[in-house]
């Protein structure tokens, strides 16, 4: 009766023993994957983000139980896109995240620095990877929760959130994940060295600079760098130059069906080209010109014959100028403009 009696605990005791055997060893588990991640992200030489390989998804999403005890936010990469500035400049962002992450809350005294690792996954060298999440267009970044399964359902950016680049990023990652980012730190543009280099060239030049300030003697003074400046202005002001630059707007594409060939005006309104952009300028800076030109130096002309060539010759130019941004206009939006002449004239 005794035998029995000591079999019946042991086997409860088994029965209860088990379970707790293998929790702990997948909380052990759980805690070398952690561990690892932490270990790669330390020796990462770009901002914390860690490069996974097509066996690293397999070891750290899908061979993995859910849930996991970590997020994982991938931006999908590919080295024969690195000459495309607008991927390299989102990958430098999603670098700033990652640093900005890891600087505020590796120290803060809680467990946030290791719910969350940032990663990036390579075309060349992970192609697998990429029909795992079904990756079709790049720039691309997916964040795979611990509790998803299929990691073709895992959140991903829209196209429209990458206008604000990190904040943007930082701002997509707090609201899936309930996780503190913090203001983004960015580094200065200019460091400490570069900074004293051109104090002391402004205090060694200062007494020069000055003397000829006030002499007068300054390429400032000078109309005729003055008359171009403005000239300059104007032009970059009407061919969309700030646009292009915020944009990052390429000058001209190469064809997609033969790529020795470039495209400098592509059809539609969805897209303009840095190229587009400049001869609409030029036109409208020609005409800026020749209105300067007849209203200040063609009325000190004392030959009424010369005055009335020349202004006629200036209207026919302007009209054509005007005509083709009109035509390129009607071109790229496949709207007609078309003059409305006053009703007293058709008779």
Known sequence: MVVQTNLSHRIIFLFFLVPLLFAQADSDSDSDLINELVSLRSS???????????????????SVPTPRP????????????HSHSKLQKFRREFGLVSSTFISNNNND????????????????????????????????????SPTTENLTESDQMDGGDFAGLAESVAEFVERLTKL????????????????????ALIIISAPVLIKKILKGETPFHD?????????????????????????????????????????????????????????????????????????????????????RMTMLLSLVISF?????????DNWKTEYEIYPYWPSSWRH
Not at 44 to 62: E, H, N, W
Not at 120 to 139: C, D, G, K, M, Q
Not at 180 to 199: A, E, F, M, N, Y
Request: hydrophobic share 45%; aromatic share 12%.
């Open 44 to 62: 990462s030489p770009d901002s914390g983000v860690i490069r996974l390989y097509d066996d690293d998804v397999s070891k750290f999403l899908t």
């Open 70 to 81: 970590y997020s994982l936010i991938i931006f999908f990469d590919s080295v024969n896109l």
């Open 109 to 144: 005294g809680s467990n946030n620095g290791t719910k969350l690792f940032f990663c990036e996954i390579e075309s060349t060298h992970s192609e697998a990877s990429f029909h795992r999440f079904n990756v079709e267009t790049l720039p691309h970044i997916s964040l795979v």
């Open 180 to 199: 503190t980012v913090g203001p983004i730190q960015r580094p200065p543009l200019l460091s400490k060295t570069q900074i004293g280099i051109i104090v």
């Open 223 to 307: 109309r005729r760098i003055g008359l171009t400046g403005a000239v300059l202005v104007y032009f970059f002001s009407v061919s969309g130059t700030m646009f292009n630059i915020i944009r990052e707007i390429p000058l001209y594409v190469k064809d997609h069906e033969d790529e020795s060939k470039f495209v400098f005006f592509i059809e539609g309104s969805e897209m303009q080209l840095g190229v587009e952009g400049y001869t609409v300028g030029f036109l409208y800076t020609v005409v800026g010109l020749l209105l300067a030109f007849v209203t200040h130096m063609l009325v000190r002309d004392k030959n009424i014959n010369e005055q």
């Open 320 to 328: 054509w100028a005007v005509r083709q941004v009109v035509y390129l």
